[in-house]
């Protein structure tokens, strides 16, 4: 007994990365395990229902799962766990959904008084229509959705055989010249394809964009592509005009300022949520063709409405996206029973070590606030405090040191409050994005930082999704939504891509001391930690006295008392 | 020694071996005690009702099974009779090779003697499982037809007879031995049952495995009066009829048992384990265990939660005990019980009492890991406390706390002996379902299994009547029926089996080999246990095979066991690691149990994130601060990590150390009893400059503030006599204008006049002590009248109560019983009150005397401790 895995009482898993069969045991236990933390020598992994579910819906059963956890374990596996994994797993499966030649849609059960159980339950019954025989039920196909949703949430998940309708038929070609699908692109589209629906988590750069192109030359059907805003769309669209057979005219926008519906039509997530006079206009979107695919970018910010429509929709196949299933509203679980499971995820770092996306140097730089900043602060309103923190002249400062530093380096600046942007902008004479910049004013200045006829630009959060800067190196934050998570894994994505010059990505985090910025950016960080990606902590007036080159060599610094 | 027959119990003994009577000693240790003057004295021992009920309640199913089949044969009774009672007229292999182990079994234990021609059960023995109205025996037969017919009149019998188509007799004896002699020959009872209706047949198959009565209105059925006339039912009180033993047994071929079990029920289906896989499973186990107790004791460090009034934890302090154990409530329970059980907690018997750990605990946490198990382990064996009760209630209703009384069930460390050493009867690294273990615990002792524990299977009341005449519908499954698992032994095997695993005794079911060695081995005082693959494997009947087996260790075996086990266990325990793995994202991992002063300075340091086989902790700015408060300086904490770290330490964790060090202790709190302030630094300066201020013990804090020890009006004082012209300050910071203020008491009252002596009684009191010394001089005199009797030789006064002395009193009874006379005894109820009783005593045992009330015209049975005194009476005097 001296394998690479620890398995606790409190179901998680202990991997430790610098064992040599380390790599065995996570292709082993992959499948049904999260991925929780992976910093450098011991990464986290959870056993959750949903996980183990996830697994039996990949086709892995329960002596699979305790075989890797007793084969790679280093301590005797607690018995107590590997009934718990076997009675887990035993609850996916008993009820399913399927198609019935004359009934339509049908739940049934191999273990009939657990459809006794569900039957009986409130949330249920509305749900279903007749009993066919004691063993199935009639659904209402139009409560598809719904109803895996509910049997989620009461411990009895269903699986889904009813099958995906074709869609109207589209041919759509990946045209691979000059560029391949790489490796685990591949995998993860013949892993969506395979499980049906379900959701692939990549990085940010990892090219989630080319994994959904692959799936749609899979479908060669219509297909619809769901984003989270314009400039997104429009990338999406000049992604597959380059990277596929389709052409312009065969790609539609329906957005706030177009209203196209073509064989692939990319829309956002703004437009469907929109309401008017109590009902949401644009919903007939979904139903104005026969969909084959349809694509959720950024699953992980899925407005809640969006649940309710995908809820309808069981009988297309979904593609969800995303970088992290991390949803700081917690409805993992929606994602889990309304698109589909996790159908693939790598870890970042495992990706950076096969060189496709940038390593990056995250340094938290601590600014001390003067004391009158200070006393301004400890007097400040609490709901002002944050505002006040994140926005004082010390750290604008800082800030503006830091960016000429980098002077010549493609360098964004990201924040979340207008004036302080504005006021940056106007420090550095920079062009400033924000809300009120329209869109045919963005895509110029985003153009123009491709170019590099532009090395500084600063962006408000409209930036934070799916804009591609391929040459931005150096990114400083100054100010965020509080202490959300995935904003902060977004962030750091856009100086992940890969640098023609293989030059390491920099990210800034400019924090003030001593106040709920410090507080937020810990927890924003603890995210990045755990993917691997460790920040380093200086004092802001030592990063401001040092070289350049000391910073390079920073990790060595002794840490300032 | 003679080679004639023995005549008696006690003649028998003295025929025995000295082994022989060493086993039965060994098998019924009670004869012991005292131990008995000669072997009569010890063949009435081991007739004594209490004794054979002890004895009897520990065979097993098939002993048990024999011994009910000689209840209801003819005494004595041939082997051959016996075999086919419990064989059947078909005969059975399985019994016939049984049988001569279980009557062998019964002889050792002094229940049955006799030459086998001649077996004979013990007559309380014979009285205890013979059926009755009252007690239907398991067998599920009847009466015989003598005992049936007893008292009904010369003329019916002879009707019966002529019915049955047997000739008349000349009187009732012959009569009853010619119908006996018709029921015991299976040709002519099958012609006769031949002729019987249909419905006959249907009723006689009902009664035919018991209960054997039935009732019936006063004018029976055809196919019942059918019954009627030819004795095959015989009347059984004013309603009921009984089916009488001898046609049930032609009915049932011949056996007396609806189903006989000669053999053990099989441990199977077994599951066979890599008997490795086991060991290592239960040493995790037993380390989780160790980890656990330790924990309950942190959790403890600072002192307990209180003692409830009545005993015991509060259900509130069970729950938070579980939270802080990350476990259940009733294993929650089990952890405290078996710390409580190895000395390891314990109430503090203060006045505001509360539980906490004892210093043996201090010591326990000190030892090697295999040695605080093999503590843990030796207290769990021999305990009786039974953490698996708590929560419930007891037959009084009380709710029984952890850690509080009632929880002791004495039966628990047999029970867990024995689960042990069936455990330890499979192959390594076999476990068996638990029901199969229960099933076979159950035909080891199914009386045990049958009676609730908290009943005492005391002499019943004679019946009133026959007793509950079952509608003859409910007919016998008793012996097929599903056997219960709720009695108190099925429970206690099945918290064996829980608790074990808990321990690491056992792994994933099956007994580890360090958990073979807790068994007493062969070079142990009873006989082999370990190759003991059922209770009678020994072809030896020596019954102590069983008894041996099932002696539950007494503490000082099982510390010297689990000492032995630990030996094995030790090397099979995690090996305590000195090192962590620090990380980025602010976390250690200690890879496996650390080193204990690690351990603990890491869990000041850190807090604890995940816990098992290996521990996370994770840094965070409050645990930091919480080893700065400790004392430790952020150099230390520094150093201490990259001693210990395998990896470097992480850049954001040095740097987290230090920030917080940085803040740490930036503001400073102090007591100071008064204060000095002063615009003027230099006046400051002067007063702590003067040695007259010393005994001021000012402190300047700060330019312009002094601090001091003293009180305000001593500063001032002090202040004044140094020449200063201080003002006193209130604590808004006006200057308070100091007035020489009246001194007052708080509210008194003024003191009340102390008189000589008592105030004179008024009429109400005066009256009222009249009546009680009134009372309490007729009181005493009553009293004095008996006593003042002539005790000894002087017969009693006419009226009064007779005394005797306890002694004297329980011989008279004991003679009385035996010469069955009636005697005149003084009784006190239970409310006090005196009568005279005139009774014939029946059976004195267990400090009662049943006996026959001429007083009342009923059996009663009274406590011997309320008899005054008994006197014998006069031959003519009933």
């Known amino acids: 007994m001296n394998g690479p895995l620890i398995v606790q009482s409190d179901k998680t898993l202990l991997l430790e990365v610098d064992h040599e069969l380390a790599d065995a045991c996570r292709r082993a236990i992959a499948p049904f395990a999260e991925l929780e933390r992976a910093p450098e020598h011991i990464h986290t992994y959870r056993l959750t229902p949903l996980g183990l579910w996830n697994a039996r819906a990949a086709g892995h059963d329960a002596e699979q799962v305790v075989d890797a956890l007793v084969q790679y374990s280093r301590y005797p596996v607690p018995h107590a766990l590997l009934v718990d994994v076997a009675e887990t797993m035993s609850r996916y499966g008993r009820l399913t959904l399927t198609k019935h030649p004359a009934h339509g849609l049908v739940l049934s059960s191999t273990d009939r008084p657990v459809l006794e159980e569900i039957l009986r339950s409130k949330k249920v019954q509305p749900l279903v229509g007749a009993r066919i025989d004691p063993d199935s039920v009639v659904v209402h196909p139009s409560e598809r959705g719904q109803i895996k949703q509910t049997l989620l949430k009461l411990g009895w998940p269903a699986e889904d055989l009813a099958g995906y309708v074709d869609g109207e038929a589209h041919p759509i070609e990946l045209d691979e010249s000059g560029w391949a699908l790489r490796p685990y692109q591949a995998q993860a589209v013949e892993g969506f394809w395979h499980g049906g629906s ?251 930082f491709r170019e590099g006829e532009i090395s500084v630009l600063v962006v408000s959060k409209v930036a934070n999704f799916s804009i591609d800067l391929p040459e931005a190196t150096v990114a400083i934050q100054v100010s965020g939504t509080f202490g959300s998570r995935q904003e902060e894994a977004q962030r750091l994505g856009r100086v992940l891509r890969p640098k023609a010059d293989g030059h390491e990505a920099r990210f800034y985090s400019v924090v003030a001391r001593d106040t709920i910025d410090q507080d937020f950016a810990a927890h924003r960080q603890r995210f990045l930690a755990e993917q691997g990606y460790a920040y380093r902590i200086m004092d802001a007036h030592e990063l401001l006295t040092t070289g350049g080159d000391d910073l390079t060599a920073g990790e060595d610094d002794p840490a300032p008392a | 020694m003679t080679t004639a027959t023995p005549r008696t119990l006690a003649e028998e003994l003295r025929t025995r071996s000295d082994r022989g009577l060493a086993g039965l000693l060994r098998a019924r240790p009670d004869l012991l005690n005292p131990v008995p003057g000669d072997l009569t004295q010890l063949a009435t021992r081991a007739g004594t009702r209490a004794s054979v009920v002890r004895a009897v309640e520990r065979l097993d199913t098939f002993a048990l099974q024999t011994a009910e089949a000689l209840a209801i044969a003819p005494d004595p009774c041939p082997y051959p009779t016996l075999a086919a009672l419990m064989a059947g007229d078909a005969g059975n292999a399985a019994v016939a090779a049984a049988l001569p182990r279980a009557v062998a079994a019964l002889r050792a234990q002094a229940l049955v003697w006799g030459p086998d021609d001649r077996l004979r059960l013990v007559r309380t023995a014979r009285e205890l499982l013979t059926p009755s109205p009252a007690r239907p025996s398991p067998t599920g037969l009847g009466p015989t037809v003598a005992e049936a017919t007893a008292g009904m009149s010369p003329g019916r019998i002879q009707e019966i007879l002529a019915a049955a188509g047997l000739p008349a007799t000349h009187d009732p004896v012959s009569a009853v031995a010619a119908l006996t002699g018709l029921f015991c020959d299976r040709v002519r009872m099958a012609a006769l049952l031949d002729t019987a209706p249909a419905e006959a047949v249907a009723v006689l198959d009902k009664l035919l495995w018991g209960p054997p009565y039935g009732a019936v209105t006063d004018r029976p059925a055809a196919h019942l009066q059918w019954l009627l006339d030819r004795g095959l039912l015989l009347p059984a009180g004013a309603r009921n009829v009984v089916l009488p033993r001898e046609a049930a047994l032609h009915l049932r071929a011949g056996r007396a048992h609806h189903t006989p079990e000669p053999v053990p029920p099989a441990l199977d289906p077994a599951t066979a384990r890599d008997p490795k896989l086991v060991d290592n499973a239960a040493a995790s186990q037993a380390f989780t265990a160790l ?412 330019p312009t503030v002094l601090a001091a020890q003293t009180a305000p009006e001593q500063l001032l004082d002090g202040l004044r006599a140094m020449g200063y012209a201080p003002a006193a300050e209130s604590a808004a910071g006006d200057v308070l204008v100091a007035r020489a203020d009246s001194y007052r008491t708080p509210p008194r009252t003024a003191p009340t006049p102390v008189p000589d002596g008592p105030p004179p009684p008024d009429r109400t009191l005066l009256e009222a002590a009249v009546r009680a010394i009134r009372a309490g001089d007729l009181a005493a005199t009553a009293e004095r009248k008996p006593a003042a009797a002539p005790a000894d030789t002087a017969p009693p006064t006419p009226g009064a109560l007779p005394r005797t002395t306890s002694a004297e009193t329980l011989a008279t009874m004991q003679a009385a019983v035996l010469t069955s006379s009636p005697v005149w005894i003084g009784y006190v109820n239970a409310d006090g009150a005196a009568s005279q009783r005139v009774i014939a005593p029946v059976r004195v045992e267990g400090g009662y005397v049943t006996a026959y009330d001429h007083t009342s015209d009923e059996v009663r049975t009274y406590p011997l401790h309320r008899i005054t005194g008994v006197s014998e009476l006069a031959d003519d005097a009933v």
Not at chain 2, 523 to 547: K, M
Not at chain 2, 596 to 619: C, H, M, N, Q, W
Not at chain 2, 642 to 652: A, E, G, L, N
């Open chain 2, 291 to 702: 980890a656990t107790v330790e924990e309950l004791l942190k959790e403890w460090d600072l002192g307990g939660p209180p003692v409830l009034r009545a005993g015991g934890l509060s259900v509130r302090d069970l729950k938070r005990t579980a939270v802080a154990l990350d476990t259940t409530e009733p294993l929650a329970a089990f952890w405290l019980e078996l710390a409580y059980a190895a000395g390891l907690i314990a109430s503090d018997g203060e006045a505001d009492e509360r539980y906490a750990a004892t210093p043996a605990a201090e010591d326990w946490l000190q030892l090697p890991d295999h040695q605080r198990w093999a503590a843990l382990v030796a207290a769990w064996l021999p305990a009786t406390r039974t953490p698996g009760v708590v929560g419930t209630a007891d037959a009084k209703g009380r709710a029984l706390a952890a850690l509080g009384p009632h929880l002791d069930r004495s039966p628990a460390p047999e029970v867990r002996h024995r689960v042990l050493t069936l455990l330890a009867t499979l192959p390594p690294g076999t476990s068996v379902p638990e029901r199969a273990l229960l099933s076979r615990l159950r035909w080891e002792r199914p009386l045990r299994a049958a009676t609730p524990a908290t009943q005492p299977p005391a002499a019943s009341p004679p019946p009133q009547g026959p007793a509950q005449a079952a509608p003859p519908s409910t007919a016998a499954d008793s012996a097929a029926g599903p056997a219960p698992t709720d009695d108190l032994r099925s429970r206690l095997a099945q918290w064996t089996l829980v608790e074990a695993e808990l321990l690491g005794v056992t792994g994933r079911g099956a007994l580890a080999t360090h958990g073979r060695t807790l068994l007493r081995t062969t070079g142990d005082t009873g006989p082999s246990a370990e190759t003991d693959t059922g209770p009678r494997a020994e072809t030896d009947a020596d019954a102590s095979t069983i008894a041996g087996a099932l002696t539950p260790l007494t503490p000082a075996e099982a510390t010297a066991t689990a000492v032995r086990a630990a030996a094995l266990l030790a090397p099979l325990l995690p090996e305590p690691v000195d090192h962590v793995l620090l990380q980025a994202d602010l976390t250690a991992v200690a890879p496996g149990p650390l080193r204990r002063p690690l351990a603990e300075a890491l869990a000041v340091l850190a807090d604890i994130e995940s816990k098992g086989g290996a521990t996370v902790y994770r840094f965070t700015p409050a645990s930091v601060r919480r080893a700065l408060d400790a004392g430790r300086s952020a150099a230390e904490l520094q150093e201490f990590l990259t001693t210990h770290s395998r990896t470097p330490v992480p850049q954001p964790l040095a740097y987290l150390i230090d920030d917080v060090a940085r803040k740490h202790g930036q503001l400073r709190v102090g007591a100071a009893s008064a204060y000095v302030r002063c615009d003027d630094d230099a006046l400051l300066s002067e007063i702590l400059a003067d040695r007259r201020a010393a005994a001021l013990r000012l402190r300047r804090l700060a």
């Open chain 1, 198 to 448: 379900g959701v692939v988590v990549l990085p940010c750069g990892a090219g989630k964009t080319l994994v959904g192109a692959g799936a749609m030359a899979q479908a060669k059907a219509t297909t619809l592509i769901l984003v989270t805003n314009t400039v997104s769309a429009r990338q999406w669209k000049h992604e597959l005009v380059k990277r596929t057979s389709l052409t312009e005219d065969e790609i539609g926008e329906y957005s706030g300022t177009k209203k196209e519906i073509r064989p692939v039509t990319i829309a956002t997530y703004q437009v469907l949520t929109t309401k008017r006079k109590g009902v949401y206009p644009h919903l007939e979107l979904f139903d104005s063709r026969d969909w084959g695919l349809i694509v959720y970018d950024e699953v992980h910010l899925l407005p809640a409405p969006v649940f309710k429509f995908t809820a309808d929709l069981q009988a297309r196949r979904r593609l969800g996206l995303t970088a992290t299933l991390v949803r700081e509203d917690g409805r993992e679980s929606d994602v889990f029973s309304l698109i589909g499971p996790k159908r693939f995820d790598a870890p970042w770092k495992e990706i950076e070590a096969q060189g496709y996306i940038a390593p990056a140097d995250c340094v938290e730089v601590r600014v001390d606030l003067t004391d009158s900043e200070r006393l301004a602060y400890a007097t400040a309103e609490a709901e002002e405090k944050y505002r006040f923190c994140a926005t004082t002249d010390s750290k604008q400062r800082v800030t503006e040191a830091l960016v000429r530093r980098h002077a010549g380096e493609q360098t964004l600046v990201i924040g979340q409050y207008i004036d302080q942007l504005d006021e940056l902008g106007e420090h550095l004479d920079a062009p400033v994005i924000k809300g009120e910049t329209s869109n045919a004013q963005r895509e110029k200045l985003f153009d123009a």
